[in-house]
């Protein structure tokens, strides 16, 4: 389409790396009232509040690794609020949202110099470097 700004080619990974960052909302925590002031009184641990920390880090991967798998998107960043969307969702108490996908790229590596042909065709390949750019 006119808004892809890579060519389209059959030998490309389809490779990255997953970055999700959450906040949650601020939290009310009163002053002790004990004489001590040392016996604070915490929320309920309630189903994505901050104090289901485990809990919210679990549904947020749990997520992710299903969404990222499953979804049939047009693109990254569609996946991306998708996913988003339902870490918001499932939480309560998470404020934000953010999620990072960097692009990794990989191009076949020309072994012809040791007598392998890894390049011809180059859906064939299965020997791939990383590269910084496509």
Known sequence: DEYTTLA???DRIFS?????QYS????NLPAPTDEKKLEFKLGENVKGSVWDAVGVAKRARDITLE?????????VQATLYKM???VL???????????????KHYIPVDMRY???DNVSPPSKAEV??????P
């Open 8 to 10: 389209e080619v059959d």
């Open 16 to 20: 990255t790396a997953v970055d999700l």
């Open 24 to 27: 949650f909302e601020a939290i």
């Open 67 to 75: 969404v990222f798998a499953d979804d049939d998107s047009a693109s």
């Open 84 to 86: 988003a969307q339902l």
């Open 89 to 103: 969702a499932q939480n309560a108490s998470v404020q934000a949202v953010t999620y990072s996908l960097p692009n």
């Open 114 to 116: 040791i007598g392998l």
């Open 128 to 133: 791939f470097m990383p590269i910084a750019a």
